[in-house]
């Protein structure tokens, strides 16, 4: 071989080389979009695991549940994060089958902002007469029944809801849809819904500002975001007839009536008979296809999944999240290795 042609075959080798080591080395991306219920903990998931994976590009996007399913059947993103479990109709007419994985267990609660007012009680049908427009005063006798000891104005209730596809409707209807059948008939379950009454917001950080700002309104919001901006939140009468403060212990009760879940964990934990429950506590979801053709992205979506149900939990507990525990806990880890 001529010390030219050498040089070249060196060269081209050289190329060849540094070409697989910047394959090698290259970030791989992981791209999520949705609920905006569980933001808070996504996010303090996005910044640990950046430092545990510094070559995985993790990004999440509060979008909304809705919007976030969209844009995984729309293949603009890798999973999305959803409080509302999707239908059989909407898994067929999906090319890949998506997996649901419980991540979490959320309470919603219902926030206001009534001066002087210390924690209130409501009941279901309280709840479901006040977001209908049925219940109309802050003083009207069904409330002023429930809170002997709260002094209550005879101001106008502000009704607030989303306006957009959101978790946290589909988890405070849901619950309603089961307490009080004037809101099963005429208003019903889901992510969105017409509302007799109210003001729209687009966010769950809109309602909870609009309700801030607003003498003498009501929304609904994630317990954790409630906490954070010191808005006003109360208590909801359980099954067993008990107003139930939404704390760790009884979320975690709420979580517990589903713990033998296995193969589909879509469930609801709305009104759950279980002692100590909270009653409007939701799951939330990562979907993730199960068949990701993309090598790479297939590797780092498991071992971020992996992640999640080892040190993620143990993030989650610092919050006001419930989280999984064994046998569920299990199950869903066993899912994991069945993306392929």
Not at 205 to 223: H, N, S
Not at 293 to 300: F, N, V
Request: charged fraction near 20%; proline fraction near 6%; aromatic fraction near 10%.
């Amino acid at each position: 071989m001529s010390i030219q042609n050498r040089m070249r075959f060196v060269v081209s080798m050289m190329a060849v080389y540094v070409f697989m080591g910047c394959s090698a080395s290259a970030p791989a991306s992981l791209k999520g979009a949705g609920a905006t219920a569980p933001y808070l903990l996504y996010t303090k998931w996005v910044e640990a695991y950046r430092s545990v994976e510094p070559r995985v590009y993790l990004q999440y996007e509060p979008t909304g549940s809705g919007a976030g399913i969209q844009s995984l059947k729309a293949q603009t993103v890798d999973f999305a994060a959803s409080d509302i479990p999707m239908s059989d109709a909407e898994i067929s007419m999906m090319t890949v089958k998506p997996f649901h994985f419980p991540t979490l267990v959320g309470a919603i609660v219902p926030v206001y902002n009534v001066p002087k007012a210390a924690t209130l009680n409501f009941t279901g049908e309280v709840l479901a007469g006040m977001f209908s427009g049925h219940i109309r005063n802050w003083n009207d006798h069904a409330l002023a029944e429930i809170n002997p000891k709260a002094s209550l104005p005879a101001s106008p209730i502000v009704v607030v809801h989303r306006a957009d596809a959101s978790g946290s409707t589909y988890a405070l209807t849901d619950y309603l849809s089961q307490v009080s059948e004037m809101w099963k008939k005429d208003i019903g379950r889901g992510a969105a819904v017409q509302w007799p009454t109210g003001e729209a917001a687009s966010s769950n950080a809109a309602l909870g500002e609009i309700v801030k700002k607003t003498p003498y309104a009501i929304g609904y919001v994630e317990l954790n975001y409630a906490i954070q901006e010191g808005l006003s939140y109360g208590y909801v009468r359980n099954s067993a007839g008990k107003f139930e403060k939404p704390d760790f212990r009884a979320i975690g009760a709420a979580a517990d009536s589903v713990q033998n879940m296995k193969g589909d964990f879509r469930a609801s934990l709305a009104n759950s008979s279980a002692v100590g429950a909270y009653p409007i506590c939701t799951l939330t979801w990562l979907i993730v296809p199960s068949q990701i053709p993309d090598a790479s992205k297939l590797r780092e979506m498991k071992r971020f999944l992996r992640w999640a149900y080892s040190d993620g939990q143990q993030l989650a507990l610092k919050m006001d999240y419930g989280v999984l525990q064994p046998p569920l806990l299990d199950s869903v880890r066993d899912q994991i290795e069945k993306i392929h």
